[in-house]
């Protein structure tokens, strides 16, 4: 299993906005992800609930893991997604 590290760069962490662009990303990806914070539970990333019950905030580090081929490429994707302000993105 791919894992990679990305530190939340919106001001208002993973939430409204923010959340809906990564989600959307997350859909466009050919394997399945999930977004873990501090060592918890994996969630599923392409739902908006697990997204926002995550409670990221600007500056926390999640954990996006996934498996299969394209795994590294997908995982690369959405943590540089992760780590620019959403919130400043038209």
Do not use: Y
Request: net charge negative; glycine share 8%.
């Amino acid at each position: 299993m791919a894992e990679r590290n990305a530190t939340i760069a919106s001001r208002v962490g993973l939430h409204a906005r923010p959340a809906g662009l990564f989600i959307e990303a997350v859909n466009k990806q050919s394997v399945p992800i999930t977004i873990s914070k501090d060592g918890g539970t994996p969630l599923n990333a392409s739902s908006i609930l697990s997204i926002m019950s995550l409670g990221a905030t600007h500056g926390d580090v999640v954990t996006l893991a996934a498996e299969g081929e394209g795994a590294e490429q997908a995982l690369e994707e959405l943590a540089a997604l992760l780590e620019t302000d959403l919130d400043a993105v038209e």
